[in-house]
């Protein structure tokens, strides 16, 4: 048993519930209006029984995907970093964005209504998308390879900009074009010879 008298979960239920929350955020992603519990159980190819022993509400399911990509997030600006020269590591990052603004399409009303009752801390959560947008940004100053006048705050105001006007997944060339523009005014002007 784990800390607390809680048994860990199974192996098995482990992967079903990460694979639920993968499929989920797929399903949210590419879904236009909040899609039925029944659909995303269909598409993990799990029973609903399944889906609801995880999930038991769709508040429940719509937290842990949430919840779950801002762990990707913030991990992926520390992961894209230790592989990746800075600025790349900030273009990839801003598709990580995308990606996480994309899954909210599907869950934008049971979202809403959690951040509005206080169930989700959505100051939390742009502190810490601040917070991994900064770690980029300080790498990148200190390589020289990304301007030091930018701001946490002016990147994430660019990419709610660019989602909104090239949401992804039906937008994804006009997107990753503006990201490309993006990066481009994110590179310290060259210094005359």
């Known amino acids: 048993m784990a800390d607390g008298g809680v048994r860990a979960p199974r192996a098995d239920a482990a992967r079903n519930r990460e694979q639920l929350l993968a499929v989920a955020a797929r399903v949210f992603a590419s879904a236009d209006t909040e899609p039925p519990m029944r659909a995303i159980a269909r598409e993990a190819g799990v029973g609903i029984a399944t889906l609801y022993r995880h999930f038991p509400t769709r508040e429940s399911l719509v937290?842990?995907?949430?919840?779950?990509?801002?762990?990707?997030?913030?991990?992926?600006?520390?992961?894209?970093?230790?592989?990746?020269p800075p600025a790349a590591a900030m273009r990839r990052w801003t598709d990580l964005f995308g990606d996480w603004i994309a899954t909210k399409n599907g869950m934008l009303d049971t979202l809403l209504a959690m951040i509005e009752s206080g169930e989700?801390?959505?100051?939390?959560?742009?502190?810490?998308?601040?917070?991994?947008?900064?770690?980029?940004?300080?790498?990148?100053?200190?390589?020289?390879?990304?301007?030091?006048?930018?701001?946490?705050?002016?990147?994430?105001?660019?990419?709610?900009?660019?989602?909104?006007?090239?949401?992804?997944?039906?937008?994804?060339?006009?997107?990753?074009?503006?990201?490309?523009?993006?990066?481009?005014?994110?590179?310290?002007?060259?210094?005359?010879?």
């Open 63 to 84: 937290d842990a995907v949430y919840r779950d990509q801002v762990v990707r997030l913030t991990a992926g600006a520390r992961e894209l970093l230790g592989r990746l």
């Open 120 to 193: 989700i801390a959505h100051a939390r959560t742009r502190t810490e998308l601040l917070a991994a947008i900064t770690t980029i940004l300080d790498a990148g100053r200190a390589a020289g390879d990304l301007r030091s006048d930018v701001t946490a705050e002016d990147i994430a105001a660019s990419l709610i900009g660019i989602f909104t006007v090239a949401p992804r997944p039906r937008h994804e060339a006009r997107a990753d074009r503006l990201l490309d523009l993006l990066m481009d005014g994110l590179r310290p002007a060259a210094r005359p010879a």
